[in-house]
Each structure stands twice: as C-alpha cells, then as structure tokens.
C-alpha cells in the first residue's frame, strides 16, 4: 500500500473562483470519505462514498460542493464561487472491511486550501 | 447523535513523565472509539483504536487507552513522555454499524518540555 495521496497540498485561490481536489485512496479500498478541519478545530465529515455511489453528505456541504469518485477509484472534491470561510484543510480518508467488520480509516496529507 | 469531548486544549509535560490526554464520548450505540495523531501540516495517523473487543487498547508509540463505559471515557495514556510525542491528538467515536464516519473531538496539543 502507498497511502492515501492528496492533490494539490496547497491551494491558494481568490474569492468567486473555483477550486477542485484530488483524492487517491489506497488501492482496493471501497470506502471513502471527505472531512473539513478548520484552524484549531477537529475535522468535521463532509460526505462518504461506498465504491462510485455518494451514499452520505453532511449539511456542512452547501450546494456550492461537489464530490465525484467515478469507477469506485479517486474522488474529486470541487468548490464553487469559493468563500473565504471555505478556508480550511481538506482531508480524505479511506477504508475497507476487516473480518470484525470495523473499518478503519486511513488519512491522506490533506490538501490546505486558503481563499484570499 | 454522538459526539466527543476532550478535556484540556493544551497539554504539557516533561520529558519522561506520564501523559495523559482526556476524552469522554457520548454515544446512543455501542461506540468504536478511536485516537488519533496530527503532526503539523500533515494528515491524521491512527495511534489506537477500540471495536469492543479488550477494553484495555495497546497502540503505536508506546499509547494505550482504556475504554470505561461506567464512566464513558476513552483516556490516553504513555508511561514516559517523549520530545518526539509532541503534536495534536484527537479522539473520535464512530457507531459500530453502517458507514462508520468519524465524529472528533476539538484536539489537545500535546506539548513536552525537556
């Protein structure tokens, strides 16, 4: 397993403009999760994908977000019109079944994004 | 609903002594709890996690929690503080059924003097 790899680790973007993340989980695992940590803050669940189907999202994400995972691989996070409350680390983690049946998640690095 | 509570946004020791890191979860099923280990700018590593099984966890570095349902408390404990250990520690909880998402607490920064 190489880990869960995230693109880019940096985004700095202007208010209005649209952003999008990269997110390659470790191979094999047909879950994967998107969070949002902001400063000083724990990270907070954003939305689930069980192979290529979206199967939960939080009120946290407004209309102005989009997560796709297409073929049940990476997934891509887009933000549109970005605010500067979008402004946080972006973290995806991804998992499988162990026979217990407990899925454990596994973070990428996280992909910073700041909206000037 | 289940959430989690860390007690202490800041931690700190010397080196060689004990830590220990608060958390107290609540939870309307039996829980799967979980700590976690952020260093700066980088993502989240899993130091330890419950799944019912011993209430007395073993993890990474030397980390062990002890899960207490009486109490509703999930405390993280090493016997001997290293400088290396220092870095932001998150609990979280998650059900033991369906999609399993995490729920963390705010964090405590672990800081170690020597």
């Known amino acids: 397993d190489t880990g869960v790899s995230q693109d880019p680790r940096h985004k700095i973007t202007k208010r209005g403009q649209n952003v999008t993340f990269r997110c390659d989980p470790i191979?094999?695992?047909?879950?994967l999760y998107w969070y949002r940590q902001t400063l000083g803050q724990g990270p907070e669940f954003l939305t689930y994908?069980?192979?290529?189907?979206?199967?939960?999202k939080s009120r946290l994400l407004s209309d102005r977000f989009s997560a796709e995972r297409p073929k049940g691989s990476f997934s891509t996070l887009e933000i549109q019109r970005t605010e500067q409350g979008d402004s946080a680390m972006y973290l995806c983690?991804?998992?499988?079944?162990?026979?217990?049946?407990?899925?454990?998640?596994?973070f990428g690095p996280g992909t910073r994004l700041t909206v000037t | 609903a289940q959430s989690v509570t860390q007690l202490g946004s800041h931690v700190s020791v010397s080196e060689g002594a004990l830590v220990l890191l608060r958390c107290n979860y609540s939870?309307?099923?039996?829980?799967?709890l979980f700590w976690y280990v952020q260093y700066p700018n980088q993502g989240l590593q899993l130091l330890l996690k419950?799944?019912?099984?011993?209430?007395l966890v073993k993890g990474i570095n030397g980390f062990e929690a002890e899960f207490k349902k009486s109490e509703t408390s999930f405390h993280l404990t090493k016997p001997s503080a290293h400088m290396s250990d220092a870095a932001e520690y998150f609990c979280?909880?998650?059900?033991?059924?369906?999609?399993?998402?995490?729920?963390f607490g705010t964090g405590t920064r672990l800081l170690v003097s020597p």
């Open positions: 939870s309307s099923v039996p829980p799967y």
């Open positions: 994908f069980q192979n290529e189907a979206q199967l939960e």
């Open positions: 191979s094999e695992h047909n879950r």
């Open positions: 983690a991804s998992s499988s079944p162990r026979a217990s049946g407990n899925y454990e998640q596994y």
């Open positions: 419950y799944t019912s099984a011993a209430t």
């Open positions: 979280a909880v998650s059900e033991n059924t369906g999609f399993q998402k995490l729920v």
